[in-house]
């Protein structure tokens, strides 16, 4: 193998067992999706393990960063957390029920809708996701800097970024 020759993958393997038993499929798209579904999975764990000295999950902690990204006052309805995060509003009154259980965050009615309600990030919150965030943006770099240059990177986001678009992601 010369030095030009990326190394196998299980993906390849995956791909090369199609080849012989169906030469006829094109199995490109399978091994783009592979390994973004592997990766995916394994950065999940990666992740996991980054947050969980601060005592939170991934989906906690999407929370908690959604909240943080919206700016002062660090406030959103659970409508708006619910859309942003993909979740149904039972997923998100779980994890809303917990964070605010170990004052990371806390509901109050809405002061324009009398039926709603709204989530403010609490301070020991932000301080919480602002650690967080930093561990998790570690890991991700970590994995980053042991594979891709930074041109490649920027490149590599490009690229997901336009298949993101064009499915409608």
Known sequence: MTSSTPPQDP???????WAVVRPDLDTVPMAVFGRIYRLGHTMAARMDRAYAPHGISRGEF???ATLRRSGEPYTL???????????????????????????????SPDPHDRRGLRVTLSEKGRELVDE?????????????????DEREADQLAGLLRKLLTATGA
């Open 11 to 17: 993906v390849d393997a995956i791909t090369a067992q």
């Open 62 to 64: 999407d929370v908690l």
């Open 77 to 107: 309805s659970p409508r708006e957390l619910s859309a942003t995060l993909m979740l149904t509003t039972g997923g998100m009154t779980g994890r809303l029920d917990k964070l605010e259980r170990a004052g990371l965050l806390s509901r």
């Open 132 to 148: 967080a965030v930093t561990a998790g943006l570690a890991v991700q770099r970590e994995a980053l800097e042991g594979a891709l």
